[in-house]
């Protein structure tokens, strides 16, 4: 299986202020035959399914607000929210699907400082 | 815009079997890719298979042996059934349809519904 390694576990950040969220795959989900990243995000709020906000690393969900970005490569990525906003408050996991099993990082709490 | 709403029972008992089914509405469940991933208490998600409208699956290989995901087309829905359940099946079960373009991105959810195993 691939294991999908988020951090940090938790992160507090001012409102307006920059977030970023790390995940690291165990192996490359990179596909050379196609050069995509076959990794996605979500946002999961409490008592809420979780919300697809970005797929093939950077690509982003119709609906989802320019301040959420996705970036990287290979086997490291990172999700930036540019200026926090209290809506933003949730738990976001990284998914690969580059192969079964697919696999979710153990996410990372997003809180306001 | 498509609507997926699971349903079944919220209290299995431990050895038995855990049943599932997930309702689309507002659209075919023709021609897309059907999932069903779970989420224990205070711990994150995990992906429990797909199927095809076709009949095609595919399992994690961790629930393969006590696995099985169907489809109705004619019904609009889909059902999971999990047997020989333990305590460590208790979770919030969401199904979830891929992306028109497939490849394992969850577009759609339910809202996901509790089960609790215990007796």
């Known amino acids: 299986d691939i294991v999908m390694t988020q951090s940090p576990d938790s992160l507090a950040v001012s409102l307006g202020e920059r977030a970023t969220i790390n995940c690291k795959s165990s192996?490359?989900?990179?596909?050379?035959?196609?050069?995509?990243?076959?990794l996605a995000w979500y946002q999961h709020k409490p008592g809420q399914p979780p919300k697809l906000l970005i797929y093939w690393a950077s690509t982003r969900e119709s609906g989802v607000p320019d301040r959420f970005s996705g970036s990287g490569s290979g086997t490291d990525f990172t999700l930036t929210i540019s200026s926090l906003q209290a809506e933003d408050v949730a738990v976001y996991y990284c998914?690969?699907?580059?192969?079964?099993?697919?696999?979710f990082g153990q996410g990372t709490k997003l809180e306001i400082k | 815009q498509v609507q997926l709403q699971e349903s079944g029972p919220g209290l299995v008992k431990p050895s038995e079997t855990l049943s599932l089914t997930c309702s689309v509405s507002g659209g075919s469940i023709s021609s897309y890719y059907w999932t069903w991933i779970r989420q224990p208490p205070g711990k994150g998600l995990e992906w429990i298979g797909y199927i095809y409208y076709s009949g095609t699956t595919n399992y994690n290989p961790s629930l393969k042996s006590r696995l099985t995901i169907s489809v109705d087309t004619s019904k609009n829905q889909f059902s999971l059934k999990l047997t020989s359940v333990t305590a460590a099946d208790t979770a919030v079960y969401y199904c979830a349809r891929w992306i028109d373009s497939g490849f394992g991105i969850f577009e759609y959810w339910g809202r996901g519904t509790l089960v609790t195993v215990s007796s």
């Open positions: 998914q690969q699907y580059f192969d079964t099993p697919y696999t």
């Open positions: 192996q490359s989900v990179l596909y050379s035959s196609n050069n995509n990243n076959y």
